[in-house]
């Protein structure tokens, strides 16, 4: 069909380069349809009953963690909510562990002495060293707290009066170290950004949290929505922050310690989903670069040990899933020159060689997305309608995940950096004016130079032959996605700028 011969060496290294990489990508995208598979054969009913409650005398002290950085907007939500929780006051401890370098402190403990005076348990733990960040704080309150068993809830949450009532009784099994709730989201509706976002968290948590819990394997507690038992804790190590993903490092040391977890797809806490592109860059950051990190130091320790192969491998995609991200990077730049390099060979038929792997992996994205919005009642046409969004938000920011993942290879320390929150709900959807918004340049400039990039290969596809129309819809997508992370952050960045918005402490 065609020959090698008139090819140069580095032509014949990229078109080489370029297909080892969309294997390796289509072993990642082909692992979905496991995840599904399993979904079906495990997890498709509703969550579990306790085998026991625990009578209303026997009721455990629970103890609840507010783990707060510079959060003026949505710390007095969070604290009164959680102060509504229904659980007997004598055996309901709340602790605010603030390391805010702003007012969020005053507001935090204006609103503790307000809370203490109504018969609340809570106190403010106010730390100005932040040693060990989040991971250091729930450590330090963790050493004063007498609950038993401690939840744990982000700044961005709001649960629900019955969360304890509906997770406490689980422990009731000796085995149950940790329980998580599947995340809601309060402005979902907000904008493209949100909608695609609450799409691709509903995939973690309805299909992986869910097909990995009730198939047996393991999975982990989230940061926060979720419910531990001390003990746990503390035979697992306790919090450390040699990560930026103390929560999944936790779990993983858990459940290698012998420790249950289990996941409640059907109890859901509201939180707010990110609505400024450069606050979901630094989100995806700290968890792409804290899900290798934790790979680095637990993923041998895993496989060495001896627990059941389907364990280890599902440990091994799910710890190692982000090293795709730098894949992604290194096919976006290979994509076009590949393309074009077999055009004017004259082997249009031979773009129909990746033809099967690239619809085998998007495919399994698309699938994969939509069965986990089905599972929650979404309707087929507004699922079709996002499907292209997603995808393009995904490959968009890959770049940023890329970049995370490469620090943790190499070493590079980071602070970890917590994603602003805004108090953003379907009634109120202001944020520009508001303190805490990132500004990103350089990253959006490189992503911009992406886009035009496979601009240029639309165009010269565009003046080939026919035979190699096929390939612009894939073309178009990476072109779309890059440009629409690249211009959406550097608007917002420029309206943070003339609005002098102070930058996050």
Known sequence: MFEFNDLSTLQIAVLVAYFAILLILSFYGAHRYRIVRLYRKYASGPDPEPAQRFAPAQLPIVTVQLPLFNERYVAERLIRAVCALDYPADRLEIQVLDDSADDTTEICAKLVQEMQALGHDIVLIYRENRSGYK??????????????????????????????????????????????????????????????????????????????????????????AGIWRAQAISDAGGWEHDTLTEDL???????????????????????????????????????????????????????????PRDVKYEAFH????????????????????????????????????????????????????????????????????????VLALGIGVSLNNAKAVLEAIVGHQTPFVRTPKYAISQNNKSWSSKLYINKSIMLPVVEFALGAWFSYAIVVVLIGERQSLFSIPFLMLFQCGFFYVALLSLTQSFRGILGRVEPQS
């Open 135 to 224: 991971a250091g704080a729930l450590e330090a309150g963790l050493a004063q707290a007498r609950g038993e068993f401690v939840a744990i809830f982000d700044a961005d949450f709001v649960p629900k009066p019955d969360f304890l009532r509906a997770t406490v009784d689980y422990f009731t099994d000796e085995k149950i170290g940790m329980v998580q709730a599947r995340w809601d989201h309060i402005n979902r509706e907000h904008s493209l950004l949100t909608r695609a976002q609450a799409i691709l968290l509903d995939g973690h948590f309805v299909l992986e949290h869910c097909a990995r819990n009730r198939a047996g394997l393991f999975f982990n507690f989230n940061g926060t």
């Open 249 to 307: 490092d936790l779990s993983y040391r858990a459940q290698m310690a012998g420790w249950d977890f289990l996941f409640l797809r059907d109890l859901t806490v509201p939180s707010e989903i990110p609505v400024e592109m450069n606050a979901f860059r630094t989100q995806q950051h700290r968890w792409a670069k804290g899900s290798m990190q934790t790979a680095i130091k637990l993923l041998p320790r895993v496989l060495k040990s001896d627990l």
């Open 318 to 389: 799910h710890l190692s899933s982000n090293f795709a991200y730098l894949l992604m990077v290194i096919l976006a730049v290979l994509m076009p020159l590949a393309t074009m390099i077999r055009i004017h060979q004259g082997w249009h038929e031979a773009l129909f060689l990746d033809l099967p792997i690239f619809l085998s992996a998007t495919f399994s994205i698309c699938y994969f997305y939509w069965v986990s919005q089905r599972e929650i009642g979404r309707s087929a046409g507004e699922v079709i309608g996002l499907i292209p969004g």
